[in-house]
């Protein structure tokens, strides 16, 4: 009989972590699955605070990941797919264990360390026919859809420059700070051990390099880039020259020490014919221009946003949608999938449009060029 | 033992319904509750729906809400509230039916069609010691409650002015359109026997009159409304005079036929010391100017948002919250009263701060006494 | 032989009036006239530092205007027109004894203290065949001129509200101010006397009527008049609800009292085909939004602004204009009228095109009608 | 005796020029000085028509700029300072004839073509005695002032991040264009011969150098520039990293085929302790941002801004200052240091705080730094 209802499970994501609950409660926006497992912190009072708090059968709250990858597989109403939410440098051991067991795996971002480990964590999933989404939130968001639909349609024409920048002002007490063990215990990812040689690329100049691929395809080729690190083990700030494979120019600029700015992401796309620009933060909206015509507010929810990206739409106009719903937009996607598979539909390739293991493998080889770039004193250095 | 997990129903809400929708997903993110029941639509086909979604015993899917009022307070594991999501003229008969069984009340707004109608559910939830929630669900928003934390604080000084407006344009073709018959079947909130006497009022003024009420404390005394029908049986566009209590005026300015706005409340307040300006379709920002000060733009997420509203944050700086969260918190403060009262706890008057009954009554009487002075040629009328 | 180049005086406007030096600036923009004489001000030392300053010939710096009209009516290289800028209380007086001696009348507004002085004014300056322009600065912008022609060619259809606002910060702290005295030296604004029973709707509220009715052509019919003084003199803030003679509703408020603003005239048309707003703190563009179409953001400058307004532009797109440029305009206007008839051609209708003694009377109406609204408690008041 | 009003004239800047035209408006505006002369077009009649416009002595309207220089300088009333606004490619030859002439000069940017040429003028100024400014306008603008007072004051700390754009989209229907005659014809600037090897980074992106540099007094150490050209002679679009000499790093984007943009100069400066945005299409206001603490819109006008840069208000809050007023500025400056010589009084350090040859230097290198940096792959080169 065909199944209705996912189950799924978590790694990482305990009870006082930020983006585990976001993608619990986003994914329960869509009703159609069950979280019925996890092994959601090493540490074992924190991991069962999860389980109760979700009244999840006690057997299925794991110690960790290989037991839950092994015990889940095993059992005839294991889980569909899990989620894998742990800090950067766990990724790669988990998907691979999860993989081999033959279960789904939707994994946050950066995907893993180096570039090795993520051609083989695609490698295995094609062998074993399995699904892998990554969770490069923001195209999750109904405007980012629109976007890539405009472009798509010519609206913008042929790209020629872009202009893209992360902003985010909390790490600003970081600059001359002396004491590394406590800035390291403040956060994981100031710690290269754990979060992979990169802070501020890693965690969110990825995400521009994403977005823009997301909308535009287009492909970086190199990167010149120029990183600050003000004296901290890994860097805080980075200004990055890009070129992609069709001789688009632009520019990246990340920060985690930017006054004034707390999570600014925002797009600009110029074509010959017109240009985009989206704001992470104002989600809702979206600013078009075409060619000497006035610049144009594009609202969520209006009967001229493009049938692809309104199908997405949760609210009507005027009604905001925020960071919960373009996370669970990802997982519409990709549950969508899952479930095809689990029944045992052919999936199309529209079915596969969410961000996969290919985007991931992508997203490692920019963080990759750009320390190298980096290091090697900011000059051009292929992707 | 001590229950943590709340049992709830809803009247109305089939799975076409935009506002049902939004309470059962709000009400999910709080984790605390889950619905057991309900009797979502008068058309069988679409109320069983509902309840095969959500996988409800079928049992307590009911034809009507006397049934259900009925079969649930006789269950010993019924639901501890019911959340009224109907159009207006069902809210009397069906918030009656639960309080008279027992039941705490959650209901949209307006609450009814008469004041009469509003004190008796008031006194009835009185008699029964039954808690009463009414949705409006603006004041939900982190940053509406940092206004009311601002105003509370003195930042703002005495209040010597108001200017509101709440601008929608998604009725503006009703002007002119002669088939009303047609133009009502598209939405209640047209028909005089359904909405109750107003349309643009009833629906977002009503708005306007709560959150100042909720941000300042001030009551409105009375009120000078000019209303539009455009030839259509109900107001469309609402431009109001307003006198509160302590003497200070302003205006209240509402319109669906005002293009370029879609769901536009904005609150603005001025006072002797200060001024503050909250705009719902950015809710995640505040602007507060001090005398003779540079205007900021407060942003939630941030250190210096007061304890009392950060402690109602879902997410961190810059990640936006949205429609969903808003709801959510109006939830999150009900079913907290609702659970204490559950568990035989006692009550404190912070335990109570959320829109209630008295806010409900409130609303009616402005919405009365506003079309009562358009009647009479846009005159001072008492509220 | 034909004259290419005018002469002109001013009564008022010493070296430290701000109006005064901006009409004299403005003026000389336009490279079409030399100020040549004036009564600067009353005090002798103020009025012969003005001559100085812009080496007048000593004998055309008169004591008073009586002596200026009679001596320039007297000279054959005479003035060509007056500038008058003093407090409200003279311009009648100073109006008609320039209108008697034969000779063009450019005046600040409000044009006088009674309707009917300003009736007298029109009908001295019909009957002496001369022109009287009044300075309603605002609509020499060019945007608003754009939003007029959009008005005219039917871009936003049928008007059905109004929502505008002029905003003002700067005499909050006269509220509570017991010291009248001091608060009447501090500006003649305050004193009643001079500024003649209004302090607010005279002086920016009238703005407001101005810019409306010459965007859209409407004239006011009556008004709903609720005016605030806080104990002083005259009024500081008001809300008024209007009704234009098409029956077209809307709302003018206007303070100068609301933190946070500091010259914040608004003006908001809505239509039954779209919607403009313009805002004077950003007079260089235009939002425009076609009924469920994005909101299109209209610069000056650009290709697609009409040649009506694209003909007043002195700067190219994205090099801002400002109020000098508006005060330039609202006099290129109606100097050329006046070179005109200097060269004694015909005037056509549109050589008339800039706000002249009718527009005197109606702002004097609209005065007169709101003061006498909020005395018998802000009722509706004939205009 | 000492003099009050100077004497000056201008090189280029016939009636159809943009920028002449300007010039002449923006210095009558500090009522200071008269145009007595000028060789404003190499067109004899463009030229007589200027002369016959501003009233000039036909004599003084000269054929070539060196008779005019030779002229002028033999006069007992000759000009105090020649203005010139010619293309890029004759301000050296020009300038160098009116210093030689011993005649303080005032001129457009970019300096020179060279950076010899541009020390060669400085060491010449410097051996004459003669002042010499350059025309870095936006500079003029208050609120650059206030941003310069900001930083000097320490409100943003230690700089450690830059990220500045200046944006248009005018040129942006030349990308593809083939007929590269046609195209030099249409604007002087897309000329090598004419405009020095530079269109974008020479017209526009040497204002984000200069305006960076004026505001926090950091010198260029290195550039990595990207150029591109689309098929045209010169450079259409450029994204540069910068080094200061501080260690300081940031980006320079400018373009003139961006759509959506006008005359976008957006510069933003990150410290230790705050944050800094100007807007030039919005001149009139400036964000600053405290760590941790709310943004601040700071208007000009009010009495927070610094007294340095109020002292250069010329209306008042809410009055919308533009790009005259910041001309003017920039010849208010000058002027001032002009009349003391001329006086014969002493100059201090305070009366040249005007951009000036310094400025014009540094400009040019930055420029040919750029174009090398380009030509050799975008890598970095010294400035």
């Given amino acids: 009989m065909e199944r209705r209802i996912l189950r799924w499970g978590m790694v990482g994501g305990d009870l006082n972590a930020f983006i585990g609950d976001v993608h619990r409660k986003a994914c329960a926006m869509n009703e159609n699955a069950v979280l019925v497992c996890g092994s959601f912190s090493r540490r074992a009072d924190r991991n069962q605070a999860v ?40 990724h790669y051991p988990i998907a691979k264990a999860f993989l081999e067991r033959g279960i789904h795996v939707y994994c ?7 570039v090795e480990q993520a051609e083989e964590l695609k490698a295995l999933a094609e062998e074993k026919g399995l699904l892998f989404g990554v969770n490069y939130s ?16 010519g609206a913008i024409g042929e790209l020629i420059n872009v202009n893209c920048e992360y902003f985010q002002e909390y790490l600003v007490d970081d600059i001359g700070n002396q004491d590394t063990e406590m800035l390291q215990l403040s956060s994981w990812r100031k710690d290269p051990e754990i ?67 707390m999570n600014g992401l925002v797009v600009r796309l110029f074509g ?14 979206l600013k078009l221009t075409k060619k000497g015509q006035p610049t144009q507010i594009l609202n969520r929810g209006m009967g001229y946003i493009s049938p692809a990206a309104a199908g997405m739409e949760r609210l009507p106009f005027g009604h905001p949608e925020g960071l919960y719903e373009a996370f669970a937009n990802m997982y519409r996607a990709f549950t969508y999938a899952v479930l095809k598979k689990v029944n045992g539909e052919e999936l199309t390739r529209e079915d596969l449009d969410f961000p996969n293991v290919d985007d991931g493998i992508r997203g490692v080889r920019f963080i990759t060029a750009s320390l190298k770039s980096s290091r090697n004193g900011a000059v051009w250095t292929e992707v």
């Fill in 108 to 114: 946050e971002k950066p995907l893993t360390f180096t």
């Fill in 51 to 90: 389980g109760m708090h979700y009244g999840l059968d006690p057997e299925r709250v794991y110690p960790d990941y290989e037991t839950m990858a092994a015990q889940e597989a095993a059992r005839e109403d294991g889980i569909d797919w899990v989620s894998i939410c742990t800090p950067n440098d766990s």
């Fill in 272 to 285: 010959t014919k017109g240009a985009i620009e989206w704001v992470q933060e104002e989600p809702n909206t």
């Fill in 138 to 153: 923001h195209s999750g968001n109904v405007m980012v859809h629109e976007a890539r639909e405009l472009v798509r349609s």
């Fill in 195 to 261: 979060s992979g040689g990169s802070n501020c690329v890693g965690d969110i100049c990825s995400h521009i390099e994403h977005t823009v691929s997301f909308i535009t395809g287009m492909k970086l080729k190199r990167v010149c880039a120029l990183l600050d690190t003000y004296g901290q083990p890994l860097d805080l700030n980075a200004n990055i020259l890009v070129e992609f494979e069709n001789g688009c120019h632009g520019v990246f600029a990340s920060s985690q020490v930017c006054i004034g700015h």
